[in-house]
């Protein structure tokens, strides 16, 4: 690689719909002291922009530094300018900050800003996409999730998902919108959280996009569709998928896995994008897999918004690593399998109306 991961500048992608609370946490990181100088790149097409009450300023200024130490810069024009103007400033030593903060609109798909730190070689040297942290409204939730295909995107991009404003809804319809998020994006932590107390170092340092991370996928899965359960299928969500989830800390939850049947069923949303998960205890051929993977993403990749695997390729004797995001997908050697484990397979793959059927029966076509 380019640079040493160390010294690359973690980038956040701040993303949630109109409301959901983005400029009341925003607000906080840019006046409040938390020992982090931080930039945040805000894009200006919000009605409620930060400038009016935080930044007096020239309007043809785009770069302000704040009295905390942080930094805050509006886009006018494209993000990969910004980026490497604000490097230029920083390398020169005319800025200093440690970590960058984006601020994606509320209608927007943060699929095109994560491909920036992969298209671009000096953005991809310099800067290193950390997470994609995904704010949802609990009071307005699940209406603006059923009439704004661009909200579920913002769910399917996440690493993190805060929910904000819990204390106006109750338990059940809090729970109702938590069991929606998770349908759509099992990968995420679903945190519920106060604007007002957020602890802003834990949002940060997510490694989202570092291949090393685990694959954590949410155990609750396993309640819907465990080996032990009842096969009567009663998740009808009306996703067009079968659940099929595995977690990364075998043994964490026991058989009683099988019989906590969280009565999801009473909720059918259409949801255009969802995910599945494939496991396999064989090898895959590492040319056909690398072959097939190719093809889907040739297909799917407009679709397809995070994709995410450790794989058991036969011939290595180590676990392989790979991701991807819409058409980039990157793969590399993770830690060796031990003596005490059975290697095995498990891909996750999050996304719009993907044909769960033909992924599966592809995958299984390149198992040795």
């Known amino acids: ?215 954590d996928i949410d155990p609750e899965f396993l309640a819907e569709e465990h080996p032990d359960a009842a096969h009567d299928h009663h998740h009808d969500h009306d996703h067009g998928h079968d659940h099929d989830h595995d977690h990364d800390h075998e043994g964490d939850c026991g058989p009683a896995c099988g019989h906590h049947h969280h009565d999801h069923h009473h909720a059918h949303h259409d949801d255009e994008i969802g995910a599945f998960v494939f496991r396999s205890n064989k090898a895959f051929d590492p040319e056909r897999l690398e072959e097939f993977l190719g093809g889907i993403v040739q297909v799917y990749g407009p679709d397809l918004l995070r994709y995410k695997g450790i794989l058991y390729l036969k011939g290595i004797n180590r676990r392989m690593l790979f991701q991807g995001v819409h058409m980039m997908m990157g793969a590399e050697p993770g830690k060796p399998w031990l003596s005490s484990e059975k290697p095995n397979t498990r891909m996750v793959f999050i996304g719009r109306k993907l044909p769960q059927e033909i992924f599966t029966k592809g995958l299984e076509q390149c198992l040795v």
């Not at 970590?99 to 991809?124: K, L, S, Y």
């Not at 938590?178 to 519920?192: D, G, Y």
């Open 1 to 215: 690689m380019q640079t040493a991961p160390e010294s690359m500048v973690p980038v956040t992608i701040l993303t949630g719909f109109l409301g959901a609370g983005k400029t009341t946490l925003l607000k906080r990181i840019l006046s409040e002291y938390h020992g982090r100088r931080i930039a945040v790149i805000e894009n200006e097409f919000g009605p409620e922009s930060i400038d009016n009450d935080l930044l007096v300023q020239d309007s043809d200024e785009e770069i302000v530094e704040l009295s905390n130490g942080c930094v805050c810069c509006t886009i006018r024009g494209d993000l990969m300018r910004t980026l490497n103007d604000l490097r230029i400033k920083r390398e020169a030593g005319q800025l200093n900050f440690e970590r960058i903060i984006i601020e994606t609109t509320g209608m927007a798909n943060p699929g095109p800003v994560c491909q920036t730190f992969f298209m671009d070689d000096d953005i991809a040297a310099y800067y290193r996409l950390d997470a994609v942290i995904t704010i949802v409204d609990a009071k307005h939730g699940m209406e603006t999730l059923d009439k704004q295909e661009e909200s579920q995107k913002q769910v399917g991009f996440a690493d993190r998902i805060l929910v904000s404003k819990k204390d106006l809804v109750n338990e059940a319809d809090y729970q109702a919108l938590r069991s929606r998020l998770l349908h759509i994006n099992p990968r995420a932590s679903i945190t519920p959280v106060n604007f007002g107390e957020a602890d802003i170092p834990s949002l940060l340092d997510v490694s989202g996009f570092n291949l090393n991370t685990i694959l």
